[in-house]
């Protein structure tokens, strides 16, 4: 039988490396007991490293997901209060309007209606320009303008570029007086008259393009079209009134594009930037409206849209409708007996009185018919920006799910990570007991071998 010789050098150097191990594995224990991981270095086990990197890329992202669906909520939570708010206007709005279409008013009654409504439609302007973290929530990607102007602006000037359709055209009795006449004519009513509002007044009517504009006498009717294929537009109020051929044109499906240029605005005017495809004439500056639509990514291939826009809710055409029925009902009055007397002077005292009673009953009935077209007018577009705000809701429920299966998906994320990675600190805090009392006996058996000399083999 062959045996080897066993020398004291390979038995202290054994002894080393047995000692050099069992202090690694201590020191692995030491640093999992105080890391809370199991491993340190992805070489410490390989399997589990490239788990951990997937458990965390996916927490991370389920996080930064949260983190986008809290700053959506966010914005759309500042939406739905001015939305929630426009609403509770549009219902105050109708129910002035049916009051002053109520026969027991007056005309100074309906007058003090219609002023009250005009401080309501002044609020409804400024609830579009809602904020959040310093940006407006309905202006589109234009976060740092306003929907409706805060303050005048008399020196600002655009080329407004706006289309129409077949449902900007309200078919309607209208009603104008004489102003060569100086309040003493009466007024004249034109019924099925073709009438599309601009939402702003003051235009100069030799900026516009795209449509064929008659110069009109300033006594002349403006609201009969005389000539086929033409519109008339009445500065005072922004309205177009077309004629039958052209109205009907746009029945048909058809629509057209007016070009005109706008200077100076008022506090409360809508803003051109935020509301058509404008150009800044002091500045040169193009503004588009294609596509304003902000989103956020919710989750892979998820992506929702955040905002709502100012010009689907409060329309230009809304904007335009509610300051020309408060005009017209403000600037309705009868004639003093000095204007009648100017404007008729054959007629008698009694004549003359006869006239101003007249007048009283006419404004009146037609303030009571202005109010009774108003309520379908209201009606419209409270249907109008209670779609939105569904809409805008829909939006909000389907996010609120999301925000739920994240926090779901966060735990479930997290509980994986943690089962592939942290320790489990009973069972490594008995493997470190364990190891512990084999690292100090093999130093005690070391120090026994290392105390050997040549003596105790003589």
Not at 111 to 125: E, P, S, Y
Not at 161 to 190: C, H, L
Not at 244 to 255: E, H, P, R
Not at 406 to 427: C, G, P, R
Request: proline share 3%.
């Amino acid at each position: 039988m062959i045996t080897m010789r066993i020398s004291n050098p390979m038995i202290t150097n054994r002894m080393l490396i047995n000692i050099n191990r069992n202090e690694r594995q201590l020191n692995t224990l030491y640093e999992q007991m105080s890391t809370g991981k199991q491993i340190q270095v992805p070489s410490d086990n390989p399997i589990l490293a490239s788990r951990a990197l997937k458990f965390r890329t996916n927490v991370t992202q389920t996080e930064q997901y949260q983190r986008n669906v809290s700053q959506g909520l966010s914005w759309m939570n500042t939406t739905e209060g001015a939305m929630t708010n426009e609403n509770s206007i549009l219902s105050r709005l109708r129910e002035l309007a049916v009051q002053g279409a109520s026969d027991e008013n007056g005309s100074e009654d309906r007058q003090a209606i219609a002023t009250n409504m005009a401080q309501l439609i002044d609020q409804l302007g400024k609830e579009m320009n809602a904020t959040y973290a310093g940006r407006y929530v309905l202006s589109g990607y234009r976060t740092d303008e306003p929907p409706t102007f805060e303050k005048n602006q008399p020196d600002t000037k655009y080329l407004i570029a706006q289309d129409f359709k077949s449902g900007d055209i309200e078919v309607m009795s209208t009603y104008w007086r004489d102003p060569t006449q100086n309040g003493g004519a009466d007024i004249v009513k034109t019924d099925n008259v073709n009438v599309i509002k601009l939402p702003y007044s003051g235009i100069d009517e030799t900026t516009f393009a795209g449509i064929n504009v008659t110069h009109l006498d300033g006594s002349v009717n403006p609201y009969v079209v005389t000539t086929p294929g033409t519109i008339n537009f009445i500065p005072e109020t922004g309205e177009l009134v077309l004629s039958d051929d052209t109205a009907n044109a746009l029945k048909d499906g058809s629509t057209f594009r007016v070009h005109y240029e706008k200077l100076g605005f008022s506090e409360g005017d809508i803003n051109p930037k935020v509301y058509f495809d404008c150009i800044d004439l002091n500045t040169g500056k193009e503004y588009n409206m294609d596509n304003q639509t902000m989103q956020y990514e919710f989750g892979v291939n998820t992506r929702i849209a955040v905002n709502s826009l100012a010009k689907d809710s409060y329309s230009a055409t809304m904007f335009a409708d509610f300051n020309e029925f408060v005009n017209s009902i403000n600037s309705m009055t009868v004639s003093t007996r000095d204007q009648l007397k100017a404007a008729y002077p054959t007629l008698t005292d009694d004549e003359i009185d006869q006239k101003i009673i007249d007048q009283q009953d006419q404004v009146r009935a037609i303030m009571q018919n202005r109010f009774n077209n108003f309520l379908g007018i209201i009606d419209k577009h409270i249907t109008t920006a209670t779609t939105q705000h569904t809409e805008l809701g829909s939006r909000m429920d389907r996010l609120n799910l999301i925000q739920n299966r994240l926090a779901d998906d966060n735990l479930s994320y997290t509980k994986l990570l943690s089962d592939n990675e942290d320790v489990d600190y009973m069972q490594t805090i008995m493997n470190m007991n364990s190891t512990q009392s084999v690292y100090q006996a093999s130093l005690q058996t070391g120090a026994k071998i290392t105390q050997l000399t040549l003596a105790n083999f003589i």
